[in-house]
């Protein structure tokens, strides 16, 4: 019997909690340098004697969780009323730098990991894919596979019944109803751009209208390790025991790239809509994206408000095309430095 995991029964894990992963990667590597030293000094050839060239460690071993997935309801929490996505991606100016959050990919659980950056790409009416990158620390360990969560549908003595598709049915056969994770089907998305507050798609002499969004948010981290870490004695007995002594978050930024009927007018040099007579000048651009449930679940009538995000700070860029055959379009960045 192969041995091999398929993709539909590999779970992808973060925290506890399952990703609808459309794709996965995760990638260890060793720090490892020629080690030349001068060991004395030759008669013969009037020069250094040096010792017979070997690799050795100058850090521990690392690596990269690459994910793509589809977001769904499962992975939001609603705090103060409104849903963010601190669930599983804390990126903000107080997270904190360890690397605490733990996963799986089928058999194999990893360690110590931070999350390095979260993006998202939007249009309306259209599904929202988004993907997420980790840094890894320490070894990757084999562990027995973990089941995926049950699948919505009835179950009969334990046992997920295909033919059965309606919870009245469900019930009338005997059977237990079961609700698995229910990844998006589709997302509407929206978006708006203002400026002092005010919209800038009501705006006639600017009437900007959103076509597509890439959201991203970004985390760097130094790492410090401790002198001669490489040649501790716990390296012999404990895998991946070489962890970085000290951890800072040194930058968190996050970069809108917005594309458009138009782009920015009278833009000046610190990225602000530069003062004339008949506009209004800006410090400040704000991107505003809300993600909606395209499938109401509920008995109401609204679709829910998944997660709204934001992006307040200066164009670093824009540029306009044409082709034949199309519309002139627009696109900018929109860049905010949070830490």
């Known amino acids: 019997m192969s041995s091999f995991t398929s993709f539909r029964n590999c779970l992808v894990e973060l925290g506890g909690t399952q990703i609808y992963a459309t794709s996965a ?5 060793t720090a490892l340098q020629r080690d030349v030293r001068i060991e ?3 008669l013969e050839t009037a020069g250094a004697k040096i010792n017979s060239p070997r690799l050795v460690p100058t850090s521990g071993v690392n690596g990269t969780l690459q994910i793509d997935f589809l977001i769904c309801d499962e992975q939001f929490n609603v705090i103060n009323g409104e849903n963010n996505i601190n669930k599983i991606f804390d990126l903000s100016p107080g997270m904190s730098p360890e690397l605490a959050k733990v996963g799986r990919i089928g058999r194999y659980r990893f360690f110590n990991a931070g999350i390095k950056s979260f993006s998202f790409e939007m249009q309306p009416f259209s599904l929202i894919k988004a993907s997420a990158e980790y840094e890894i620390f320490g070894s990757v360990v084999e562990v027995p596979e973990k089941p995926l969560p049950v699948k919505s549908g009835c179950y009969i003595d334990g046992k997920l019944d295909p ?4 919870q009245k ?3 009338t056969e005997g059977g237990t109803w079961k609700y698995g994770i229910n990844p998006a089907e589709g997302l509407k998305s929206f978006g708006t751009v203002h400026a002092n507050g005010i919209n800038l ?3 006639e002499e600017y009437d900007i209208q959103l076509t597509s969004a890439r959201y991203s948010i970004t985390a760097k981290r130094d790492y410090n390790y401790t002198i001669r870490a490489n040649e501790h004695p716990a390296a012999v007995f404990m895998p991946g025991a070489m962890m970085p002594y000290r951890v800072c978050l040194s930058s968190l930024e996050v970069n809108c790239e917005i594309s458009s009927n138009k782009i920015m007018p009278n833009l000046n040099e610190r990225g602000n809509i530069q003062a004339s007579l008949e506009s209004l000048s800006t410090r400040e651009i704000e991107v505003q994206l809300n993600l909606f449930e395209a ?3 509920s008995d109401n009538e609204t679709s829910n408000n998944l997660a709204n995000f934001s992006c ?5 860029n824009q540029n306009l095309r044409v082709s034949d055959g199309s519309y002139l379009q627009g696109s900018f960045n929109v ?3 949070l830490k």
């Open 312 to 316: 307040v700070g200066h164009v670093t």
């Open 335 to 337: 860049m905010q430095v």
């Open 295 to 297: 499938r109401n679940f």
């Open 201 to 203: 798609a009501t705006r």
């Open 163 to 166: 033919e059965i598709t309606t």
């Open 40 to 42: 004395g000094y030759s």
């Open 25 to 29: 990667s995760l990638s260890m590597e």
């Open 169 to 171: 049915k469900c019930s």
